[in-house]
């Protein structure tokens, strides 16, 4: 156990909000366009990067 | 999805556009959100809490830049944070009313106020609303005459509200802030429906003290809020406790008497420091909001019986429509009788408004994207035209 997973684990949250706060702009029908669907492309991308980090320092 | 063990997640605002009259100014922003995940414990902004231990002076997290910031932001002297507008209008009103003092309101002034001019013992008295339910400077000078009168002095403090809660009307602050000072009564501006999403410039305006609320207009956690006074009163409103313990002979430092020692301690406080930022951009972006709400405004006046309560043109986002020669011609022969308008809003994925309402009802449309503000305009005449309303406009 780090400080590192907890980094992590703040980072991932804040990652998941940016990706809410999308969902509210686009809300109710949710079509995103070209900029936000790429937006959220490296909001995912972020985010399995900070899943890993979290799944090495807790769990391997 | 559950929270805890009952509490349903509240999803509301992904799922669809909120129209709620009281929701939509305070829907946090991305940084007040992620502020909320590392500030929830209780006395979170207190980590850092040193001599002379008061919240204001906290410079980890800089509650104490913020507080000046805060000031600035309304062009007043001193600031505090306080527990929604409610507690401003309490700690002005602690201050300076007496029992059986009169205090000037108005025939649209929310119902807190009438509590905390009750709260010390004060006369509440109203200034009469215009038929076009306008609070002007003509009828403010009418009554402060009428009160000397009868009360043999001027009134103690008059509050004036920038927009009302029931129309969201303008009224005219400046002009009756100039008739209380002509009479020497200072003026609480409250601003819960201005500050946080329009400029605000309290000694532009003539006010003693500024009122906000930032749970309705400045996307934060409830309940907070923010108190904004001048130099001079800051002296009064913000005084601090001379009480001495009679048997350990404690004293307690600088702590203010009206703001019960420390406010807002966590996540109400994080949360509206982290929209800050955000909000004070927007303020510059009110036009663009209003627009937005009058184009919704107007495709509902395209549906033919429409009434509008509120003054035209529109000034604020916050609207009162009356609809009773439109939807709730429907409601009376529909299956689900007057529930039928908030289902089919349902169904199209807008929410907020009271549910059964077909006759009179209010909705904000402050904070849609101009994507979310065209499909609210073009639901709203869908399901009129679904339900064979005319719409002619």
């Given amino acids: ?60 | 999805m559950k929270c805890g063990l009952s509490i349903d997640v509240r999803d509301i605002d992904e799922i669809a556009i909120n129209i709620d009259p009281i929701q939509v100014g305070g829907r946090l922003t991305a940084d007040a959100m992620k502020a909320v995940i590392a500030y929830g414990d209780g006395y979170s902004v207190c980590d850092n809490c040193r001599k002379p231990n008061r919240l204001d002076m906290i410079k980890s997290p800089p509650i104490d830049a913020f507080h000046r910031d805060l000031a600035t932001f309304l062009n007043m002297d001193e600031a505090r944070v306080v527990p929604g507008a409610r507690r401003g209008f309490q700690a002005v009103a602690g201050t300076y009313i007496e029992k059986g003092d009169p205090v000037l309101l108005t025939a649209l002034s929310h119902y807190t106020e009438f509590l905390s001019v009750e709260a010390y013992g004060g006369i509440p008295l109203e200034i009469q609303k215009s038929p076009e339910n306008i609070i002007t400077a003509d009828a403010a000078g009418e009554k402060i005459d009428s009160v000397q009168r009868e009360y043999g002095q001027p009134p103690k403090l008059l509050y004036i509200d920038h927009f009302d809660y029931q129309f969201g009307n303008e009224h005219e602050v400046k002009g009756i802030i100039k008739v209380a000072k002509q009479n020497d009564i200072p003026v609480l501006y409250n601003g819960a429906y201005t500050v946080g999403i329009m400029p605000v410039d309290g000694r532009e305006l003539g006010a003693d003290f500024v009122v906000g609320s930032a749970h309705k207009s400045m996307a934060s956690p409830a309940p907070s809020g923010v108190l904004a006074v001048t130099k001079e009163r800051a002296e009064e409103v913000f005084r601090t406790t001379k009480a001495q313990a009679d048997l350990t002979k404690r004293t307690f430092g600088i702590k203010e008497v009206e703001m019960m020692g420390c406010t807002l301690m966590g996540v109400t406080l994080v949360g509206m420091m982290a929209s800050f930022p955000h909000v004070r951009e927007r303020v510059k972006h009110w036009e663009h909001h209003l627009s937005n709400g009058r184009m919704i405004v107007d495709a509902l006046l395209a549906i033919d019986g429409t009434v509008l309560k509120s003054e035209n043109p529109r000034k604020h986002t916050l609207t009162r429509i009356d609809t009773t020669g439109s939807f709730d011609t429907v409601a009376r022969t529909h299956k689900k009788r007057g529930f039928f308008l908030t289902s089919a809003l349902r169904e199209k994925g807008i929410a907020g408004t009271i549910p059964g309402a077909t006759k009179v009802w209010k909705f904000n449309t402050y904070g849609m994207t101009d994507a979310q503000a065209h499909y609210t305009a073009k639901a709203f005449q869908d399901i009129a035209l679904l339900n064979g309303l005319h719409v002619s406009r």
């Fill in chain 1, 1 to 60: 156990m780090s400080k590192r997973a907890v980094d992590s684990i703040f980072q991932a949250m804040f990652l998941l909000t940016d990706l809410r706060v999308i969902l509210r702009d686009t809300a109710p029908v949710h079509e995103l366009d070209e900029d936000q669907r790429a937006i959220v492309a490296r909001t995912i991308a972020a985010l399995e990067e900070q899943v890993n980090v979290i799944r090495k320092e807790m769990v391997e």
